[in-house]
C-alpha cells in the first residue's frame, strides 16, 4: 500500500464552490494549512425556495481574510454553479491569478424541504440545477485544464442523502444521487490521465444548513418554535454514534485524504462521514 501524504500541499491550488461559508469556508482553511493557494466562489445572494439564509458577500470576503491569516493567497469571485459563464469566468480568473488549478470541491449546493406531491416545478429546478447541474458543470469547467496540466484531484459534495431514499427530500435526495453518478462516469474517463474523483457522503453537518428555523419545523413539528436544543436529542437519536451532528473540521479531514497525493488509486468512490450511518448501508 502506498503512503497516504495527506498534508502536503505546497504549491497547489485549489478551486472551491460554494466557499463563503460552512464546509466550503472550512475546506479552504485545511487547505491552505497544509499550503494550497485557494480559489473561491459562491452564489452569495438567495434562491427563492431555499427556506433559510444562502451566504453574503461578506461571508465570501470572510473567508478571504481567514485564508489569508494563514499567509496563503486566496481568489474569490461571486458566481452562480448553475451559470456556465460565470464558472467559466471564475476558473478562468483563478488559473490566471494563481497558475493552475490541482484540486476541485465542487462543494456548493442548497437544501429544501417539502412532501413529494407537494414539491413545485421552482423548488425542483432549483434544487436540481444547483446541487446536480452546478457540479457538472463545474467538473466541465476546470477538468480539461486538469487533463491538459495531467494532474488533478476532483471531490464532490454529495450527501448521505444520495446513498438512500429520505422522506420530504425528494428533490435534493434526487440530485445528491445524481452526483455519485457524475462521479463514477468522470472518474472512468479520466483514469488514465492523472486525475481522480471521488464523493464524499456527509450526513448532518454542524453548518446554517441544518441550524435554521425552517428544518428544526421539520424535526420538531410538535414543538411551535423550536430551539437547536429542542432538535439536538432528536439528530443525535438518528445516528449510531450519539451526536446530532459533525463538526465540518471532519469533512475537511476526509476531503484531505481523498486531495493527497498518496491517494492516487483511490477513485469513483463515496466516502461517508456521517457518525456511523454506513454501518446500515449494504
Ligand atoms: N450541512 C449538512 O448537514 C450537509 C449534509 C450533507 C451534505 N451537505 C452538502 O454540503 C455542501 C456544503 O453545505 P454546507 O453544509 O456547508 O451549507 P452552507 O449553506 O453553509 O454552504 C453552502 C454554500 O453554497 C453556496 N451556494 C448555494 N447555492 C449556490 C450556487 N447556485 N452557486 C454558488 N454557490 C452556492 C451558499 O451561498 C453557501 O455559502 C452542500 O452541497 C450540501 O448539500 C450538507
Same mark, same amino acid.
Given at each position: 500500500?502506498?503512503?497516504?501524504?495527506?498534508?502536503?500541499?505546497?504549491?497547489?491550488?485549489?478551486?472551491?464552490?460554494?466557499?463563503?461559508?460552512?464546509?466550503? &469556508?472550512?475546506?479552504?482553511?485545511?487547505?491552505? @494549512?497544509?499550503? /494550497?493557494?485557494? $480559489?473561491?466562489?459562491?452564489?452569495?445572494? +438567495? #434562491? %427563492?425556495?431555499?427556506?433559510?439564509?444562502?451566504?453574503?458577500?461578506?461571508?465570501?470576503?470572510?473567508?478571504? &481574510?481567514?485564508?489569508?491569516?494563514?499567509?496563503? @493567497?486566496?481568489? /474569490?469571485?461571486? $458566481?452562480?454553479?448553475?451559470?456556465?459563464? +460565470? #464558472? %467559466?469566468?471564475?476558473?478562468?480568473?483563478?488559473?490566471?491569478?494563481?497558475?493552475?488549478?490541482?484540486?476541485?470541491?465542487?462543494?456548493?449546493?442548497?437544501?429544501?424541504?417539502?412532501?413529494?406531491?407537494?414539491?413545485?416545478?421552482?423548488?425542483?429546478?432549483?434544487?436540481?440545477?444547483?446541487?446536480?447541474?452546478?457540479?457538472?458543470?463545474?467538473?466541465?469547467?476546470?477538468?480539461?485544464?486538469?487533463?491538459?496540466?495531467?494532474?488533478?484531484?476532483?471531490?464532490?459534495?454529495?450527501?448521505?442523502?444520495?446513498?438512500?431514499?429520505?422522506?420530504?427530500?425528494?428533490?435534493?435526495?434526487?440530485?445528491?444521487?445524481?452526483?455519485?453518478?457524475?462521479?463514477?462516469?468522470?472518474?472512468?474517463?479520466?483514469?488514465?490521465?492523472?486525475?481522480?474523483?471521488?464523493?464524499?457522503?456527509?450526513?448532518?453537518?454542524?453548518?446554517?444548513?441544518?441550524?435554521?428555523?425552517?428544518?428544526?419545523?421539520?424535526?420538531?413539528?410538535?414543538?411551535?418554535?423550536?430551539?437547536?436544543?429542542?432538535?439536538?436529542?432528536?439528530?443525535?437519536?438518528?445516528?449510531?454514534?450519539?451526536?446530532?451532528?459533525?463538526?465540518?473540521?471532519?469533512?475537511?479531514?476526509?476531503?484531505?485524504?481523498?486531495?493527497?497525493?498518496?491517494?492516487?488509486?483511490?477513485?469513483?468512490?463515496?466516502?461517508?462521514?456521517?457518525?456511523?450511518?454506513?454501518?446500515?448501508?449494504?
Amino acid at each position: 500500500m502506498g503512503s497516504v501524504d495527506a498534508g502536503n500541499l505546497d504549491g497547489q491550488v485549489a478551486f472551491i464552490t460554494g466557499g463563503a461559508r460552512g464546509q466550503g &469556508r472550512s475546506h479552504a482553511l485545511a487547505l491552505a @494549512r497544509e499550503g /494550497a493557494d485557494i $480559489a473561491v466562489c459562491d452564489i452569495a445572494a +438567495q #434562491l %427563492e425556495t431555499v427556506p433559510y439564509p444562502l451566504a453574503g458577500i461578506e461571508d465570501l470576503e470572510e473567508t478571504v &481574510r481567514q485564508v489569508e491569516a494563514l499567509g496563503r @493567497r486566496c481568489v /474569490a469571485v461571486q $458566481a452562480d454553479v448553475r451559470s456556465t459563464e +460565470q #464558472l %467559466e469566468a471564475a476558473v478562468a480568473g483563478a488559473i490566471e491569478e494563481l497558475g493552475r488549478i490541482d484540486i476541485l470541491l465542487a462543494n456548493a449546493g442548497v437544501c429544501g424541504f417539502g412532501v413529494f406531491w407537494e414539491i413545485t416545478d421552482q423548488m425542483w429546478d432549483e434544487m436540481v440545477d444547483t446541487d446536480l447541474t452546478g457540479v457538472f458543470k463545474t467538473m466541465r469547467a476546470v477538468v480539461p485544464h486538469m487533463i491538459e496540466r495531467g494532474y488533478g484531484r476532483v471531490v464532490a459534495t454529495s450527501s448521505m442523502g444520495g446513498r438512500m431514499g429520505n422522506p420530504n427530500l425528494a428533490h435534493y435526495v434526487a440530485a445528491k444521487w445524481g452526483v455519485i453518478g457524475l462521479v463514477k462516469t468522470l472518474a472512468l474517463e479520466v483514469a488514465d490521465k492523472g486525475i481522480t474523483v471521488n464523493a464524499i457522503c456527509p450526513a448532518t453537518v454542524d453548518t446554517a444548513m441544518v441550524h435554521n428555523d425552517a428544518l428544526y419545523g421539520l424535526f420538531a413539528p410538535d414543538i411551535e418554535h423550536p430551539t437547536k436544543a429542542d432538535v439536538e436529542p432528536r439528530y443525535t437519536a438518528m445516528n449510531p454514534i450519539p451526536e446530532p451532528w459533525t463538526p465540518v473540521e471532519e469533512i475537511s479531514a476526509a476531503v484531505l485524504y481523498l486531495v493527497s497525493e498518496g491517494a492516487r488509486s483511490v477513485s469513483g468512490t463515496t466516502l461517508d462521514v456521517c457518525m456511523g450511518a454506513s454501518a446500515r448501508m449494504p
